[in-house]
């Protein structure tokens, strides 16, 4: 079936720092691939999404790339903000399972002024 | 647009009660997934329901259970409450049409369940 692997939490960073959250999957056929936060006390948010091989996703400064060959979508942020801190989660979905999200674990970022 | 709704936002039950959640998705998405999120599961899924009609379902025992109304709204009920039942429950909806590339769904603030 299908599963999300993130690298392990909490990630503690100062602002401006280079924020690298890891993501690796494992699904039959083409699935899409999401970045969903969460700020506390509130539900999901769609940060970014790459629905084919090699797409780009990207907003509000975070990028990931839909990697086939290595079956990664690594979250990236050049210079993260203290209003980043938050949990973020990788997701994936496929036609077959209809609108079914498979998430990873989620990882909370704490950015320090 | 107005987004995906949830009510009630925060609910405290008792073992053995049931307790019914609704979400009302955004304007002309017909399809409604519900998540369970807890700490030491994460997010779950739990049903998805297009037209009225379910279509698909995760791995949660028969007391979990949903429908869909005409107007897309969903609910989903809880029958006899247990303590692991505790959770945030988030509703998501998307304009999902079977067999189509993945639509993105969006989710609603959640509803907080206490069991005590």
């Known amino acids: 079936g299908n599963s999300v692997t993130q690298m392990e939490g909490p990630v503690t960073l100062s602002e401006e720092a280079f924020l690298t959250i890891n993501c690796t999957y494992t699904a039959t056929g083409y699935p899409s691939l999401f970045w969903y936060v969460q700020y506390p006390g509130e539900g999901l948010q769609l940060l970014l999404k790459a629905t084919k091989a090699d797409d780009k996703g990207s907003n509000k400064g975070f990028e990931a790339t839909y990697r086939k060959e290595t079956t990664s979508f690594h979250l990236e942020k050049g210079s993260v903000q203290v209003s980043d801190s938050a949990v973020y989660f990788c997701a994936l979905s496929s036609i077959g399972a209809n609108s079914k999200l498979t998430f990873g674990k989620g990882i909370t970022l704490s950015v320090r002024p | 647009k107005a987004g995906v709704t949830q009510t009630p936002r925060y609910l405290i039950k008792t073992r053995g009660q049931q307790v019914t959640l609704s979400c009302s998705p955004i304007s002309g998405h017909r399809s409604v997934s519900w998540y369970q999120q807890t700490p030491g599961q994460g997010l779950q899924f739990l049903f998805e329901?297009?037209?009225?009609?379910?279509?698909n379902k995760g791995n949660f025992p028969g007391r979990f259970s949903g429908r869909q109304f005409s107007n897309s709204r969903s609910e989903m009920n809880v029958s006899t409450l247990e303590l692991g039942d505790s959770a945030l429950y988030l509703c998501?909806?998307?304009?999902?049409?079977?067999?189509?590339?993945?639509?993105?769904?969006?989710f609603g603030p959640g509803t907080r369940l206490l069991v005590l």
């Open positions: 329901y297009f037209s009225e009609t379910q279509r």
């Open positions: 998501a909806s998307s304009s999902q049409a079977a067999g189509i590339r993945q639509e993105t769904q969006y």
